[in-house]
């Protein structure tokens, strides 16, 4: 562990790029404020439309959770189509399902519309269930799927959990076929070439300080100048902080941590996980894991904790989550920890509008990679007038948290309660 790297494992093949002097337009259509899926998906449909556009970003363009994330791409979100059903009604939540399924065809033909190179692996996504619990009510689950929106879902009893994963530590699982995964810095940085090719002005290192709204006109002032713009688009997901806090009291940073095994060949990879999907799980710590586009070792991700850790904490903490997993994996190095904000909103789904004058599409609720650029260009479409642009969620209420003022300081309480869950859970069936 001491010479762990503490960039993303994505960083090596998309680096992000450094600072630069870009002249920001003093007047522009639209001003989008994060260059991450969502912000460059918006403004790039503007700028198709005839739109002058500008994105800003704090840091590095998409050196946020788009080139953070485990790069899984699935239709879904994190309530399942049962809880959509119990808390909306069978109409929304199926309503919602398609959403979820049309995100996960927009990306999919992005990629290949525009040519990115994102590495996409459409191997599909197995979960696994810790508990016969989960097990029956994933079964209860694919029947409704497959019912009422024909999702191509299938079970894996005990019995074959060899089939998708070298492990006896589910109780059988659910595989979505159509699921998958991609390289998500590779897919960001692709996505940031074809906006700028469109004639989006692309400024990192230019934090956004406040946004002044008008009603014809708004003034964001950034740390390097004023631009004046007709709408602007808050697209800030995990790092939305004081300039724009209406929206951050009402998402929540969760950190997800994750790791990257050293090299371990294809043929031992696929040993492991023999038809190279995309792996999740039911427990409160959310365990995913993957082989890596080349194949060569794993990544997983998961809640090491749900409060800021040490990077070296965070590391060893999911690799004895991965050594329970894949015993024969305990000799094996780590090289690389990191960590990404994943936006959590009240409702667990994703909010997409406009509010105060601002347009805003957030809360990606760990399914961003297919979500978010599908979220941002609905969004542009909302600006532009299209009708195009309504979405399933656009009647959601997009709360703030009680007692919330956008730093979350009750995340260490709920690390203590999402552990006591898994504990409670595994001991009522061990």
């Known amino acids: 562990m001491n010479t762990l790297t503490q960039d993303p494992y994505w960083w090596q093949a998309a680096p992000r790029e450094a600072a630069s002097n870009i002249t920001l ?14 912000g460059l998906s918006a403004a790039l449909t503007l700028a198709r439309a005839g739109r002058s556009v500008v994105v800003l970003d704090a840091g590095a363009p998409g050196a946020g959770a788009s080139s953070r994330s485990g790069g899984m791409i699935g239709h879904g979100h994190r309530l399942s189509y049962s809880k959509l059903i ?11 399902i398609e959403a979820g399924m049309a995100s996960l065809a927009f990306v999919k033909e992005m990629i290949e519309a525009e040519r990115i190179d994102a590495r996409l692996q459409p191997v599909g996504r197995f979960r696994g ?10 079964g209860r ?23 998708e994963i070298a492990s006896d530590c589910y109780q059988g699982g659910l595989v979505f076929h159509s699921h998958g995964g991609v390289h998500p810095a590779l897919f960001q940085q ?24 008008g009603k014809r006109q708004h003034r964001v002032i950034t740390a390097s100048g004023v631009v004046v713009a007709g709408d602007v688009v808050v697209a800030t997901n995990g790092y939305s902080g004081p300039a724009v806090a209406d929206f951050a009291r009402r998402l929540v940073p969760f950190p997800s941590y994750l790791i990257a095994t050293e090299e371990i060949g294809e043929n031992r990879v696929r040993a492991l996980i023999p038809n190279g999907r995309m792996i999740v799980e039911t427990r409160e710590k959310h365990l995913y894991y993957r082989p890596s586009p080349d194949g060569k070792r794993l990544i997983l991700g998961g809640r090491a904790a749900l409060h800021p850790i040490a990077l070296m904490e965070a590391g060893e903490r999911l690799r004895r989550e991965l050594v329970a997993i894949f015993p024969d994996l305990r000799d094996t190095a780590i090289t690389h920890a990191w960590t990404g904000n994943v936006a959590m909103t009240r409702s667990d789904l994703p909010g997409i509008g406009q509010r105060g004058g601002v347009w805003y599409a957030l809360g990606c609720n760990g399914s961003g990679v297919a979500l978010m650029p599908w979220l941002g260009h609905r969004l542009a479409q909302k600006i532009l007038g299209n009708p195009e642009g309504a979405t399933a969620f656009d009647d959601i209420p997009f709360r703030a948290l009680p007692f919330y003022d956008g730093r979350p300081w009750f995340l ?15 001991s009522r069936v061990g």
């Open 412 to 426: 260490p309480l709920m690390t203590a309660w999402y552990r006591g869950r898994d504990w409670w859970r595994a």
């Open 25 to 38: 337009p003093a007047k522009v259509d639209v001003a989008v404020v994060g260059a991450g899926y969502a």
């Open 190 to 213: 692709g996505l940031l070439a074809v906006a700028r090719n469109a004639g989006v002005v692309v400024a990192g290192y230019n934090p956004v300080l406040r946004i002044e709204t």
């Open 129 to 138: 269930a810790w508990t016969l619990a989960d097990y029956d009510a994933m």
């Open 141 to 163: 689950e694919a029947d409704l799927l497959s019912r009422d929106v024909g999702l191509p879902v299938e079970i894996i009893p005990k019995s074959a959990l060899h089939r």
């Open 86 to 96: 119990a808390a909306h009604g069978a109409p929304k939540a199926k309503a919602m």
